[in-house]
């Protein structure tokens, strides 16, 4: 946001960043249309992608200019939005209370241990029997393991909080609620952002196997409808326009990391 | 509300301030850690009357349980057996669990400025916190303290973009800011460099000439404690109780120069011998525990 693209250009850091995308996409091109390898000659190549793509006419029905990618995008975004701003509150919530409470740490954490690991797979029959609308089973797919990353890493984060901080603020006079705003919260900030990272990219993995399933539209309904199409071209632009999704959210939840962590970005020299 | 003596922040309310005093009374002290069952004796029947005002330094070497007397005089601990008074009124007995507070305010040995938050921030936040008065009047007293010490500008700073001795100077700040009756001061120096270090002596020399608090000041520098205090208790090696106290008569306000006092070196040796005497003592232990 604020790097001007000049900046950015002149700046050798992003060479290698622009040189790795550049040999991926080379890479791609020679397995895909140069040397037409047996297992990927049904493939796409780059060339014929991006053509498409930014077609006025896509053969295939999908490009920039047409309304059904549009519609596909601002469904995902949304059900993403949606799911992620849940994780955030209630996985925060939750968090801070497991770190805070040793009492309610006792009582929930084994049962948030139990859920964790399962996968957001396999919660769809259960999403898709319980919840009275599809749209509801796929935002719950796309929240339930965005809310553990979210959940597990504020607790980290929590108990990372140096003892003495919370003996000095009790010195200064704190009551229990200014301990938790002034103390828990600013300092388990850093591992709740690390978490919401996380979170972030997790919600978009999830979404996918959401739309796929039970879904109506959407980039992941898209990839499963062309698959069953055969309309590879089509299955690639879905998966690049997630992938730049999911690169640019996350960037956006690192911005806003840094906007509430002023501190964090000020320190003096190198572990000053 | 202004903290005592100093600057014009005083305001009407000075006078015979309520709050003053700050005389501790230790009476017999024990407290025994007791972790898987393994007693760990950190203080025993330590006594020590502290007059309001008094600049007590307390050395011994290191382990000998220092910290853990300290830590029960700002509450963080119980105590196990023996009573403390502040001012007259219990403030520890045994079972029954006292809370800190701001009538006794911990520096502490690594730092404890809260890195999200600014100087000014830090400053405030015990007042803030504790609503005893309005946050912008706050602010001003803590940028009059800052002026009055020479930081000012540095208001805006998080902790992290200062140096360790400037972050020690507003700590002591944020303490003082409270109008606490005591100060608990525990090895505030330690791992500051020489010349930062004589920069800490007198901020805190000068600080002390004006408020004239009681200070509870723990180190392991002899130079340091005879150069500050108005009395040095050298305690014995763990279980910790005083084991010489050596009245300091050097005149105040003190500089550098009573460092070459022959009263100071005089006072150095003694303490020295006691000292040596125990750190001997803690040695062989150690070896009889590794034996
Ligand atoms: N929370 C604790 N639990 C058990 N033992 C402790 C605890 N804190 C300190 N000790 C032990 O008590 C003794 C005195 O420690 P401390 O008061 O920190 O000494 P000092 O500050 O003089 O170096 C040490 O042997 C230490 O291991
Ligand atoms: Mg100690």
């Known amino acids: 946001m604020g790097i001007s693209f000049k900046r950015w250009v002149t ?24 040397l037409r390898l047996p297992r990927f000659d049904k493939l796409p190549d780059p060339v014929a992608v991006v053509t498409a793509w930014l077609s006025p006419n896509p053969p295939d029905g999908l490009s920039i200019f047409t309304s059904v990618y549009y519609m596909d995008i601002l469904y995902s975004v949304v059900r993403v939005l949606v799911s992620f701003a849940l994780a955030t509150v209630l996985g925060v919530g939750l968090g801070l209370l497991l770190g805070w409470s040793r009492v309610f740490f006792d009582y929930a954490f084994p049962l948030v241990e139990t859920l964790r690991p399962i996968p957001p797979i396999a919660w769809i029959p259960l999403a898709v029997l319980v919840l009275p609308t599809t749209e509801m089973g796929v935002i719950f797919i796309t929240f339930i393991a965005a809310f553990f990353a979210t959940v597990l890493n504020t607790l980290l984060g929590v108990q990372s909080i140096d003892q003495v901080y919370f003996r000095a603020a009790k010195c200064l006079g704190s009551r229990p609620w200014d301990v938790f705003r002034h ?32 879904g109506q539209a959407g980039l992941g309904y898209l990839i499963y409808e062309d698959y069953s199409n055969l309309q590879f071209v089509n299955i690639v632009i ?23 962590m002023t501190w964090e970005s000020r320190r003096r020299g190198v572990g000053a | 509300m202004s903290v005592r003596g100093l600057g014009p922040d005083a305001g009407p309310k000075a006078g015979p301030d309520a709050k003053a005093g700050g005389d501790i009374s230790i009476r017999e002290v024990t407290k025994i850690y007791d972790p898987d069952g393994i007693h760990v004796v ?32 700002a509450g963080f601990e119980d105590l196990t057996d023996g009573e403390i008074l502040l001012d007259g009124k219990p403030i520890a007995a045994p079972g029954r669990p006292v809370e800190p507070g701001s009538d006794r305010i911990v520096v502490f040995q690594n730092g404890a400025l809260f890195p999200w938050k600014t100087v000014l921030e830090n400053i405030v936040y015990g007042p803030m916190v504790q609503r005893r008065r309005e946050l912008g009047r706050a602010r001003q007293a ?5 002026a009055q010490v020479g930081l000012e500008g540095i208001e805006g700073s998080y902790p992290a973009e200062l140096s360790s001795g400037v972050q020690r100077r507003v700590e002591i700040l944020r303490a003082l800011i409270n109008e606490p009756r005591v100060m608990l001061l525990d090895e505030p120096f330690r791992g500051l460099d020489a010349v930062a270090k004589s920069v800490m002596h007198q901020f805190l020399l000068d600080l002390f000439e004006r408020t004239r608090l009681t200070m509870f000041f723990i180190t392991h520098d002899l130079d ?18 005083p084991k010489l106290v050596l009245q300091v008569n050097l005149p105040r306000p003190r500089d550098h120069r009573a460092l070459g006092d022959t009263r100071f070196l005089e006072l150095k ?7 040596h005497e125990e750190a001997l003592k803690a040695f062989r232990a150690g070896e009889r525990e590794l034996a």
């Open chain 1, 11 to 34: 700046n050798p850091d992003s060479w290698g960043a622009v040189a790795s995308i550049f040999g991926f996409v080379l890479l791609w091109y020679v397995l895909t249309a140069v």
């Open chain 1, 183 to 214: 103390v828990v919260i600013p300092g388990s900030l850093p591992a709740i952002f690390t978490g919401l990272q996380v979170a972030m990219g997790v919600a978009w993995i999830s979404l996918v196997a959401g739309e796929m399933i039970s």
């Open chain 1, 238 to 260: 879905g998966m690049l326009t997630l992938g730049l999704l999911g690169y640019g959210s996350s960037a956006l939840v690192r911005l806003a990391g840094k906007r509430l």
């Open chain 2, 42 to 73: 950190a203080v025993e029947r330590c006594s020590l009357e502290i007059a309001a005002g008094e600049f007590l330094v307390v050395v011994g070497p290191s382990g000998c349980g220092k910290t853990s007397l300290l830590n029960v005089l």
């Open chain 2, 142 to 146: 803590a940028r009059n303290l800052l």
């Open chain 2, 224 to 241: 340091e404690a005879i150069f500050l205090g108005d009395r040095v208790v050298v305690m014995t090696t763990r279980p910790c109780c």
């Open chain 2, 269 to 275: 040796r003694a303490a020295l011998e006691a000292v």
